[in-house]
Structure formats: C-alpha cells, structure tokens
C-alpha cells in the first residue's frame, strides 16, 4: 500500500469500514510511515479525540491511536481463529460419518 492509498483509508479505517485484508494492508503501511501515522493521528484527533477531551477525560493520543489501530486487527484475528476452528470441527464430522459409513458397509 502506498501512501495515497493509505490517506484514503484513513476515513473508512475510523469508520471501521475496511475488511481483515484492508486493515492488515493499512496497519502495516501505518507502522513503516511516520508521514501517514501522522495523518492518522490528525484525522483520529479530530473525530475522536475532541469528543472524549470535551467529556472531560484525559486523552493519550499515541495509546489511544495504537489501542485501535491493533485492536482492530485483534478483532479479525479472533474472527479468523473463529471460522478456522468451525471448518475444522466440520471436517472432523464429515470424516466421522464416512468412517460409520464404511464401517457399516464394508
């Protein structure tokens, strides 16, 4: 991903608009470009950042930043691990009913 890409990103990422493939791309990008990490920052800043300063609690912009950026990635993982260990168990069953199967005819 480049750094235009990336900028363009930046809404659909805070949006949370962006699947597993895109947020892997982005995040990656974001830790190797200071340049786009800042624009991040700024963008994250000014959607989020000035709401939760307005509230009257305290803002770490660096760790709420990161907080995201992997805790978006973390909720994909987690889908994944998910999905992964569903089509495991369904082809543990479907090898199950073919052993009954060949056991009862054979």
């Excluded at 009257?56 to 994909?76: A, I, V």
């Amino acid at each position: 991903m480049d750094c235009l890409e990336a900028e363009k990103k930046i809404p659909l990422f805070l949006e949370n608009r962006m699947d597993e493939k895109e947020i892997r791309d982005f995040v990656e990008h974001i830790e190797t470009c200071p340049e786009c990490r800042e624009e991040l920052a700024i963008h994250f800043l000014a959607s989020e950042g000035v709401a939760i300063i307005e509230e009257g609690e305290s803002f770490d912009l660096d760790k709420e930043l990161d907080e995201r950026l992997y805790g978006s990635l973390k909720k994909y993982e987690s889908k994944s691990s998910l999905w992964t260990g569903l089509w495991m168990t369904e082809g543990i069953a479907i090898l199950i009913i073919i052993a009954i199967f060949l056991y009862a005819f054979l």
